[in-house]
């Protein structure tokens, strides 16, 4: 078992920056990938970030060059780092995390999930 905690969100201007952390408990969380996921009301879980065990990242399009999602194996913490934000990323953001090795972006591929945080970008 995983338990993820997500922190970081909070209200921003356009342009400005957030860090989110999603801090996890329980053994062996370095085997998993961990994914970042956003959604706004009445929409879809949408994908955004991924995080490999070994280090490796992806990003869709629409974050690429602003977005960054790295790990901390000594803390048991991946991150999403966000800057440049724009009103469009305003949602709830969601860490997930499922041991497969392979790049997966639908929620349903996930086994573990946060509680989410809200990210507003003012305009």
């Known amino acids: 078992q995983v338990q993820l905690v997500e922190s970081g969100g909070g209200l921003v201007q356009t342009g400005g920056s957030l860090r989110l952390s999603c801090a996890a408990s329980g053994r062996a969380f370095s085997r998993y990938a961990v994914a970042w996921f956003r959604q706004a009301p009445g929409k879809e879980r949408e994908f955004v970030a991924l995080?490999?065990?070994?280090?490796?990242?992806y990003h869709v399009d629409s974050v690429k060059g602003r977005f960054t999602a790295s790990r901390d194996a000594a803390k048991n913490t991946v991150y999403l780092q966000m800057n440049s934000l724009k009103p469009e990323d305003t949602d709830v953001y969601y860490c997930?995390?499922?041991?497969?090795?392979?790049?997966?972006?639908?929620?349903?591929?996930?086994?573990?999930w946060g509680q989410g945080t809200r990210v507003t970008v003012s305009s």
């Open positions: 995080s490999w065990s070994d280090g490796r990242t």
């Open positions: 997930a995390a499922n041991t497969l090795g392979g790049l997966y972006v639908r929620a349903t591929e996930y086994d573990y």
